[in-house]
């Protein structure tokens, strides 16, 4: 059974940058069917997708975020990692990674909610 | 960016009951169109793809309909487990995938 699981700070400060990391288990990131990605939700709020990787390295990014973000790929580690620069309160939100099956998640991670404050 | 609007936000059955909940596109999005399901405190889970489709291991009780800008999924008979917020999201103006504001479901 495929998991996800998100890892990193859940204390941001204003202005730094954002970085977690998703380790995959249960199956292969190289996979050549599947991006990987990651999407946000503030608390009581609706879904935001950020943006996602193929194992090669390939990225699409939402374009309101992609000034923003930056997502890689080790996969030795079957890993895959996100970072967000220059973060405000706005980007106070609980974090999900998940595979992305075509612009679909059909598995996600349990979520990690990161605070953005001083 | 396609702008997706659920209504209602809030919908109030009792069990047993039908649920039917809306999704609307600014634009067409075809049959790109998913369906989620998320519980308090959980990730969401995929409900439905391809506007229609249910996707693996999804009861035939949840079953969705719609193209272009209007979408609708149903449930035919609400059960205790499926009170939660529903999301649907858009696919088809990648890579700006965007999701509806979420319609909960909540026990009449």
């Known amino acids: 059974q495929l998991q996800l699981q998100e890892s990193g700070p859940g204390l941001v400060k204003p202005s730094e940058t954002l970085s977690l990391t998703c380790t995959v288990s249960g199956g292969s990131i190289s996979s050549s069917s599947y991006y990987w990605g990651w999407i946000r939700q503030p608390p009581g709020k609706g879904l935001e997708w950020i943006g996602s990787i193929y194992y090669s390295g390939s990225t699409y990014y939402n374009p309101s975020l992609k000034s923003r973000v930056t997502i890689s790929v080790d996969t030795s580690k079957n890993q895959f990692s996100l970072k967000l620069s220059s973060v405000t309160a706005a980007d106070t939100a609980v974090y999900y990674c998940?595979?992305?099956?075509?612009?679909?998640?059909?598995?996600w991670g349990q979520g990690t909610l990161v605070t953005v404050s001083s | 960016e396609i702008v997706m609007t659920q209504s209602p936000a809030t919908l109030s059955v009792s069990p047993g009951e039908r649920a039917t909940l809306s999704c609307r596109a600014s634009?067409?999005?075809?049959?790109?169109l998913a369906w989620y399901q998320q519980k308090p405190g959980q990730a969401p889970r995929l409900l439905i793809y391809?506007?229609?489709t249910r996707a693996t291991g999804i009861p035939a009780r949840f079953s969705g309909s719609g193209s272009g800008t209007e979408f609708t999924l149903t449930i035919s008979s609400l059960q205790s487990e499926d009170f939660a917020v529903y999301y649907c999201?858009?696919?088809?103006?990648?890579?700006?995938?965007?999701f509806g504001g979420g319609t909960k479901v909540e026990i009449k």
């Open positions: 634009q067409s999005v075809s049959s790109n």
């Open positions: 998940a595979r992305d099956n075509s612009n679909l998640v059909d598995y």
């Open positions: 999201q858009q696919y088809n103006n990648w890579p700006a995938l965007t």
């Open positions: 391809g506007a229609s």
